[in-house]
């Protein structure tokens, strides 16, 4: 079955440094996404990764190493605004996004 | 982008009654698709909407709960039919956009089921 795995919640101090992990396991592999949801909003994209390395934008970083099923979104200089559920997805062999549980990621001042 | 609205964004139904949700997008897009969100959960894609097609449903999802329309490539509707409290959640649609199918999402509509 196809599968994708992130802590349920991490909590972080605000400046700090956080990675949120993703594994996956899917049918097939067409890029893995980052969303952003905050609390009663839509997800809005973070970032995509088809190819292995790091993709920065700004404050936040996306990892990928397709041979390992593994990803992470790197967040560095934490604000209290960013204090949201993180979700990855994947994408498969029909295109089809499979969606993570999410980490609800908390700020502490 | 695209930028995507939907009504209502908020509703409070009775048991038995249904609701159709619209979804209205700025950009004629291929693919759209609908989603529900139940508290604290991901997001659990209901059926995928191709204009000029019949929509294409997940498993434990089917047209006579979940008819959905799909008339033209910016609008599509989702109809949540003889509810129950179960239905309780959060419905989203969504429409992928070419390049890397990345996908944007409307605001979402909070169906709560009495």
């Known amino acids: 079955g196809q599968n994708i795995d992130q802590p349920t919640e991490m909590t972080a101090t605000e400046g700090a440094i956080v990675q949120i992990n993703c594994t996956y396991q899917?049918?097939?592999?067409?890029?893995l996404f980052w969303y952003q949801q905050h609390a009663g909003e839509a997800p809005t994209f973070l970032s995509y990764n088809v190819l292995d390395g790091l993709e920065e934008k700004g404050r936040f970083s996306s990892f990928l190493s397709r041979s390992k099923g593994y990803s992470y979104l790197l967040l560095k200089e934490l604000q209290m605004k960013d204090s949201a559920s993180y979700l990855c997805a994947v994408s498969d062999s029909n295109y089809q996004l499979i969606w993570g549980a999410g980490t609800k990621l908390i700020i502490k001042p | 982008s695209a930028v995507i609205s939907q009504k209502p964004s908020r509703d409070i139904c009775q048991r038995g009654t249904s609701l159709t949700i619209q979804c209205q997008v700025d950009s004629q897009v291929t693919m759209m698709f609908w989603y529900r969100q139940q508290p604290g959960q991901s997001l659990t894609l209901i059926a995928t909407?191709?204009?000029?097609?019949?929509?294409?449903?997940e498993s434990g999802f089917v047209i006579d709960k979940f008819p959905i329309s799909r008339p033209n490539l910016t609008f599509s509707t989702l109809t949540v039919s003889n509810m129950s409290p179960e239905d309780s959640s959060i419905y989203l649609c969504s429409v992928g956009v070419a390049d890397y199918n990345e996908q944007f999402f409307g605001p979402g509509t909070r169906l709560t089921v009495l």
């Open positions: 899917t049918s097939g592999f067409n890029g």
């Open positions: 909407a191709n204009q000029g097609s019949e929509a294409t449903y």
